[in-house]
């Protein structure tokens, strides 16, 4: 604000004298009161001019501050409605995300009750295949245990013919020892003694049971062709019952060998791969004689 410019005091007009004394006073006071008058208007003046000019720079001022709130409540609108559309958007994905989660929710309980169902029901056929393998368990135990207790009455009974069956082993082993009797060693007609001999057909038997050889039994008649008799062939030249004796050819391994003048219970021998065979005439018929062929257990075609 500039400085108030006092005026001079006016000076008397031109023409007149100086006044009275007592007017002089009163004048005095009058232009001191003007003089204060003017002082105090101008300095009213300059303050209405600065009133004026803040009221000026307030209402500049007020235009600033009003574009300024404009401004930011356009910002504080947008940023607003920013926020309600972000708000808005966090919502529907809230929504989504708990739909999502409720729906997994839900899709999880299904799967855990019908889990929970497949074992419950797995469980039960279990416990039933387990009640039935009891049950089973417990007919076998009861039938083990009347089988046993059949087997403890039978075993006194066991114990009775225990004398008995003592009594037969005895009278077998006189059998078997008259059997081993009836067999004898015998030199066959390339002078070789091969095992024991049957003589007749219970012999024969006891062979076979000892194992000790093979025995193939054979009946001849006589005919022109060679007969099969395990792994070689026969043929029966001749035959005299009165004499028991006869002809007989022995085919095997592509050679023939000639058995002539021969008598029953006489071991003929051959070799066949190196192996001793044998035959035994038992009997001498009219154009036929019966026997049997004896070779080795072990290395035999």
Known sequence: MSSPQYPYPPQPPQGYGPPPEGNNLKVALAGGAVVASLLMNAYLIFQVIDLKKAAADSIHTQGVLQNEIDTIRESSTAMTAAQKRHMDELKEDLDTKARQLNQAANQAKKE????????????EQENQQTKQAVAQTNNQLSAVNQKAEQANAKVADVGNDVQGVKSDLAGTKNDLDKTKSDLKKVAGDLGVTNGYVATSAKDIEELKRRGEVNIVEFSLKKQKNMQKVGDIQLLLEKSDPKKNRFNVIVMADDKRVEKKDRTVNEPLQFYVAKSLYQIVVLS??????????????????
């Not at 169902?117 to 469980?123: C, G, H, I, P, V």
């Not at 001498?284 to 257990?297: A, E, F, H, R």
């Open 112 to 123: 855990a009750v019908s889990y929970a169902d497949e074992k419950a029901k797995a469980l």
């Open 284 to 301: 001498v018929g009219k154009d036929q004689i019966s026997g049997y062929l004896q070779t080795p257990k072990y290395g035999s075609r």
